[in-house]
């Protein structure tokens, strides 16, 4: 058995030092609740309490992905397979679907995404501000409906009526997390 | 300068008809253009999802698909152009190494449907050893089509992923359209799944 396979990670290895905020963990709640049998990330800090989830569930399958546009075509085999599931990713992995959104529509695949913002509120790094403001406009060209969240209270809402949308109603959402709700990120390691 | 010229190569038609053949309950899923063709071609089926655009997701909607459906054999058929392009997604399924999945790129080194320029398989890049390196330990290529009995026989048991790189001739056979409409191809699919619509 190869030590590369995702169980096989310590979990040492996470950094679950800080508790995570509790609308981190009503996403995972509304994945789960949701029938959500497969999730696709490219790693974001804002996503880390869903992803500790979904590698810890054993009804779930936790996929890392080189580059957010496989999850793209995951989340539509998956579907094709019978089963739900959603692609994780911060704002700068939308710019890297463009193409593959295409799919989406073409076949008129079911499809939810958790965008987390960058670029927009607060930031600190400048490389981080292009995608970031151009995240959802990019996602309303390719013909994704897009629902914002930038307060903690609505989050298990909003996740909910997406996941609802996109497999009650085969409809394309993106639910971008915004900045302000993420919060600052820390810049100096203690 | 061609540095493949001496090796044999197989027929491409002739291969994934023989496969497609020996494997009657597999999942295929084909990448957009020739393998697409290759794989109507070979015979319409309800449990065929082609990809006519979307270039590099294949493997990663395989992939998907095999996660999915454990029970049932999952190919991805496609072409070096299109598995180069989704290169990172044999990264993804080696971490996850799902038994019943197996990739088949059918490999002219060359970019067929635009004019045959030279792809990096044929300039330098070993596919079997980018999947080995990214932890598909059964890779490796063939040039015959004798040996599709003995591929399909191990996607049939689903014994574990699998990568096949099949050198194929750089021409161009007939062309062969399968159905361009995506969601009456993903519908029958699913429907041959017994799923139903929403």
């Known amino acids: ?190 | 300068m061609n540095q493949q010229t001496s090796t044999p190569r197989v027929d491409r038609r002739e291969f994934v008809a023989g496969l497609i053949a020996a494997m009657p309950d597999a999942l295929i899923v084909s990448g957009l253009g020739s393998a697409s063709y290759d794989v109507f071609a070979s015979g319409d089926r309800d449990r065929n999802y082609y990809l006519w655009g979307a270039m590099g997701g294949a493997c990663p909607l395989g992939l998907g698909l095999a996660l999915a459906q454990p029970d049932k054999p999952v190919v991805v058929i496609t072409g070096d152009g299109e598995q180069l392009m989704g290169i990172g997604s044999l990264g993804t399924i080696g971490v996850k190494r799902p038994a019943n999945l197996a990739i088949v790129v059918l490999d002219n080194g060359h970019f067929g449907e635009t004019g045959m320029q030279r792809s990096h398989s044929s300039l330098g890049t070993d596919l079997v050893a980018v999947a080995k390196g990214f932890g598909i330990a059964n890779a490796f290529s063939v040039s015959d089509a004798a040996s599709c009995a003995s591929i399909a026989q191990g996607i049939n048991a689903r014994q574990g992923t699998t990568f096949v790189q099949v050198l194929i001739n750089a021409d161009e056979p007939p062309r062969a359209l399968p159905p361009r409409d995506g969601p009456y191809v993903k519908n029958r699919f699913r429907a041959a799944l017994g799923l139903k619509p929403f």
């Open chain 1, 1 to 190: 058995m190869s030590l590369i396979h995702s169980r096989n990670v310590p979990k040492a290895m996470n950094h679950t030092s800080a508790q995570a905020p509790a609308w981190q963990e009503s996403i995972f709640k509304v994945l789960k609740e949701g029938g959500v049998r497969q999730i696709a990330y490219v790693p974001d800090a804002g996503h880390s309490q869903v992803i500790r989830e979904a590698i810890a569930d054993p009804d779930i399958e936790d996929i890392v992905l080189t580059t957010e546009e496989e999850g793209v075509a995951l989340v539509s085999g998956a579907w094709l397979g019978g089963q739900r599931a959603v692609l994780l990713m911060q704002s700068s992995g939308v710019g890297n679907c463009v193409n593959m959104f295409s799919l989406l529509q073409a076949a008129d695949f079911p499809f939810l995404t958790l965008v987390t913002m960058r670029g927009e509120y607060a930031e600190f790094n400048p490389w981080q501000g292009p995608m970031g403001r151009a995240t959802q406009a990019a996602l309303e060209l390719m013909g994704i409906h897009v629902l914002r969240v930038s307060r903690a209270e609505e989050v298990e809402e909003i996740v909910s009526a997406g996941l609802d949308a996109a497999f009650g109603a085969g409809d394309k959402v993106a639910v971008l997390l915004g900045q302000d709700l993420i919060g600052r990120k820390k810049w100096e390691r203690n």
